[in-house]
């Protein structure tokens, strides 16, 4: 049966995996247990290999902290702004910090002290999340305004990690303000670290210009996914308004879980909204989520005098006595409303979602189905978006406090980010993101405390007691089960509930991942912990992208490192300007006009943008900014 079930659902993409990479796989799927002492260090992919995986092998003697690090920030160098140009990652911790850290837990394990199952494995963070000065990061939220400022200490969720022996690696790429600075903003974009792009989606030319097919990983939380997928890291940190977790861990092929929201501290966070907002994790294996899950939610020693248990999940791989429901299928509403699928491919998801319902009945698992969501429409009051006048009101206090986190920044509230933008534009308000609409929208919000109330209300109702309670307790259900793009996410968000994401299929006119998106009642993760341990073990593993080395880059000499408003500015100025032929001048002269933003351009950064355009440029021919500067 579950040789069938593996076969029927099992991923069917275009092109396929080269048959030497398929061996790769296989030969990879040994197992590192502590007591072997025959294995040889294999060289592992970081596509592939899970946080349990390198886990088993550390544990084994057959790698180190060390040699996971640097096989991740060989990864990165490939392809963050190189190569595939994902830009998932805004910034990177200094390598020599890394491996000075990856060393000391190195030692720790020879003396045989293990701070937890994730003690010396990498994980990378949303770039809303605070980290110390002492880790080499800023947390810019996307936003120049950000860059160089210093906060006062690192998020809680980062001490538990830190605490429990993971290696914070990178800050990932966000949809800059998690989404509210323009509506028409595109997902996974931000001025700091340009346009996330999924590793999975295939590339064609058209009027000698790349093109991406469906690129947009979708949500705020795009670089935590793309770091995963792609393997940059196998473990991320993201955050989660309404779906922004969710949505990305699905069309990466994750698992993924948003905490009950107020479950896990949210100070030195970035957050839209206090109603609304969780952090959460991302993986490659369930097994990973729960590990991952258990050291963000857990106190530390330092948080509380009370006991700790050494765990709050565990891993279930039967079913149990789980009851189940699954929604009605036709609604991947997102996706059709967009264009983004053909009759074709709505055809198939349909299809590999029916195939799981059908094969848990055979199974015996104790299933619902279907249950009738409430319309996403049943969200709205009086016809208009309850979500949007708590989140413009909850954002200017969330910001606030934000700001009064840095011992050190350049700006102070709402108006001086507006003003620092229409100062910098070049940098943060660039063609892809020209205006600013959302932010000036919230500085004007003036909607009274009733009506907030009012809207507040509604949510908690509509999604809560007379929407996903109801379900709960007439059906008797333990989890809810929806397509990936349903309206589950909406409704969770407005009762506060915990979700979940897992891996389905991937289309086949692309490859783009597709999954389920799980609910469950408020303080239940144990029970979508137990659906998704159960699920990965049950169905085919996740859909891979092609190796990201074996994907031709159409272009052999890819855009510089800058965005294009920073390349055309570089050049515009090189024209009108005497710079003597030295690439020093001109770049002394950009950061002196940047200084305020923090914003930097190196003279090699300057001189590859001059030369690769056709200008003479040459490397310490001298300092001839003032001459610029006199002009």
């Known amino acids: 049966m579950f040789k069938f079930i593996k076969s029927a659902l099992a991923p069917n993409i275009e092109p396929e995996l ?27 992919d970081p596509l592939v290999i899970s946080a349990y995986e390198l886990s088993e092998m550390l544990n084994a003697g057959a790698i180190s902290s060390v040699e996971i690090v640097e096989a991740y920030l060989h990864q990165i160098e490939q392809h963050n702004r190189r190569g595939r140009q994902l830009r998932a990652l805004i910034s990177v911790a200094p390598r020599h910090e890394l491996l000075k850290i990856a060393r000391r837990l190195d030692d720790e394990r020879l003396r045989g002290k293990r701070r937890g199952p994730l003690h010396g494995i990498p994980i990378v963070v949303k770039d809303n999340i605070m980290t110390d000065a002492s880790l080499g990061m800023d947390t810019t939220v996307g936003s120049y305004a950000f860059v160089g400022c210093t906060p006062k200490k690192n998020a809680t969720i980062v001490d538990r990690l830190i605490r429990r022996g993971l290696i914070i690696l990178g800050k990932s790429n966000l949809t800059e303000f998690c989404g509210l600075k323009n509506p028409s903003m595109p997902p996974g974009w931000s001025a700091v670290g340009g346009q996330c792009q999924s590793p999975y989606v295939a590339r064609h030319i058209a009027k000698k210009k790349l093109h991406w097919e469906l690129s947009a990983p979708g949500g705020s939380s795009t670089g935590s996914a793309v770091s995963v997928a792609a393997g940059f890291s196998t473990l991320a940190i993201g955050t989660d308004t309404i779906g922004s977790l969710i949505t990305p861990a699905n069309r990466a092929g994750l698992y993924a879980l948003k905490p009950t929201v107020g479950e896990i501290p949210m100070d030195g966070i970035f957050t839209l909204s206090k109603t609304f907002d969780s952090t959460g994790g991302m993986a490659k294996s369930a097994k990973d989520l729960v590990a991952l899950m258990d050291a963000m939610m857990l106190p530390t020693s330092r948080e509380t005098t009370a006991p700790i248990p050494k765990t709050c ?152 007691q007379e929407g996903l309670d109801y379900l709960f307790a007439s059906l008797k259900l333990d989890v809810i089960v929806s397509p990936g793009d349903a309206a589950l996410s909406s409704l969770a968000a407005a009762a506060g509930y915990p979700t979940a994401a897992c891996p389905l299929s991937a289309l086949k006119l692309n490859g783009q991942p597709f999954g389920l998106t799980l609910c469950s009642p408020p303080n239940t993760e144990n029970a979508l912990l137990h659906f998704l341990t159960a699920y990965e073990v049950t169905f085919p593993p996740r859909a891979l992208p092609l190796p990201l080395n074996l994907v031709p880059l159409q272009d052999p000499h890819p855009e510089p490192l800058p965005d294009r408003p920073i390349v055309e500015l570089i050049l515009h100025e090189w024209d009108t300007r005497r710079f003597s032929c030295s690439a020093d001048a001109l770049a002394d002269w950009l950061n002196a006009r940047w200084r305020k933003s923090g914003y930097e351009l190196s003279a090699e950064t300057v001189c590859e943008v001059l030369r690769s355009n056709g200008r003479v440029a040459f490397r310490g021919l001298g300092d001839d900014a003032e001459g610029a500067f006199a002009r």
Not at 386 to 408: A, G, N, T
Request: glycine content about 4%; hydrophobic content about 40%; some cysteine.
């Open 313 to 464: 999940f565990r891993i279930k791989e039967d079913w149990g006595d789980l009851r189940i429901g699954f929604t009605e299928p036709t609604i991947w509403q997102s996706w059709r409303k967009s264009g983004r699928i053909n009759a074709d491919a709505e055809r198939f998801m349909l299809q590999k979602y029916d195939m799981v319902v059908q094969s848990l009945i055979e199974m015996g698992v104790d299933v619902v189905y279907p249950v009738e969501l409430p319309p996403q429409s049943s969200l709205n009051l009086d016809g208009k978006n309850s979500f949007e006048p708590i989140v413009y009101h909850e954002f200017k206090e969330c910001l606030s406090e934000f700001i009064r986190q840095f011992k050190i920044t350049k700006v102070h509230s709402l108006a001086e980010i507006i003003n620092f933008n229409l100062e910098h534009p070049e940098l943060t308000l660039p063609p892809s993101c020209p205006h600013q609409n959302d932010l000036m929208a919230a500085l004007a919000s003036s909607t009274p405390r009733n009506a907030i109330a009012a809207a507040r209300h509604h949510l908690r109702v509509a999604g809560g």
């Open 18 to 44: 080269p048959p030497n990479y398929i061996a790769s796989i296989n030969a990879r799927k040994l197992s590192f247990t502590s007591g072997s002492s025959e294995i040889s260090l294999p060289d592992f």
